[in-house]
């Protein structure tokens, strides 16, 4: 299947500074990818949708300022949190999918971001 | 009302016992259905998609009724190793995959 790499997957930060988390598509295009929070003991969340070439689409409640998503390849979609204070230490996943209804998406292996 | 909703569980069952979750959506539009399995601080895993007639793989069945927009896993014969928290999952517009909440497998020796 294919395979969709996100690093890291794991990072410690300090309170005020800013994290990019990347997501990469190794073997397919991907026009489209997602980007879920998950809290412990949670389900994934969907945050945005990651276009490439456009501007990010934002779920209702997601600060887009704070989370910035940048799509400027086919294979590689960024989110920086920006400002991390310790409410946005979670589980952060990118997932990307081939066109059509039914298709599997695939994820990234989801970065654990602990601020401090 | 939440698009997609589960019982968090946690189901505490004996290897080789049955167990069924089902997983209940309000949008009836919505096409295609999944479940994935997800264990401890790992991405998601897609166990099986959901067709309107039915399927099965090996110990696992998933079914869905659009009638009462709900839809179901059964596991057979449980192992230690299905222990896991379970996602439903429905395709939303745009292609995004909106996710129930997870139920909570525990299968004990």
């Known amino acids: 299947g294919a395979v969709v790499s996100q690093h890291p997957s794991w990072v410690i930060c300090k309170s005020g500074t800013s994290v990019k988390i990347e997501c990469r598509s190794l073997?397919?295009?991907?026009?489209?990818m997602f980007w879920y929070r998950q809290f412990p003991k949670q389900s994934l969340m969907l945050m945005a949708t990651s276009n490439e070439g456009s501007k990010a689409t934002y779920e209702q409640g997601v600060e887009k300022d704070k989370f910035l998503i940048n799509h400027a390849s086919l294979t590689l979609s960024t989110l920086t949190v920006t400002s991390a204070h310790p409410e946005d230490s979670s589980f952060y996943i990118c997932?990307?999918?081939?066109?059509?209804?039914?298709?599997?998406?695939?994820f990234g292996q989801g970065t654990r971001l602990t601020v401090v | 009302r939440k698009e997609v909703e589960q019982d968090p569980g946690p189901f505490n069952v004996p290897e080789g016992a049955t167990v069924a979750f089902n997983c209940t959506y309000s949008?009836?539009?919505?096409?295609?259905f999944f479940w994935y399995r997800q264990d401890c601080r790992k991405e998601p895993k897609l166990l099986m998609s959901v067709y309107s007639s039915g399927n099965e793989d090996g110990r696992f069945t998933a079914q869905l009724n659009r009638a009462s927009q709900y839809i179901s896993l059964l596991i057979r014969d449980s192992k230690l190793s299905d222990s896991a928290t379970y996602l439903c999952?429905?395709?939303?517009?745009?292609?995004?995959?909106?996710f129930g909440s997870g139920t909570r497998l525990l299968v004990r020796p």
């Open positions: 073997d397919f295009q991907a026009t489209t």
């Open positions: 999952a429905l395709r939303g517009s745009s292609y995004k995959l909106i």
């Open positions: 949008n009836s539009a919505s096409q295609s």
């Open positions: 997932s990307a999918t081939l066109r059509g209804p039914n298709t599997e998406a695939f």
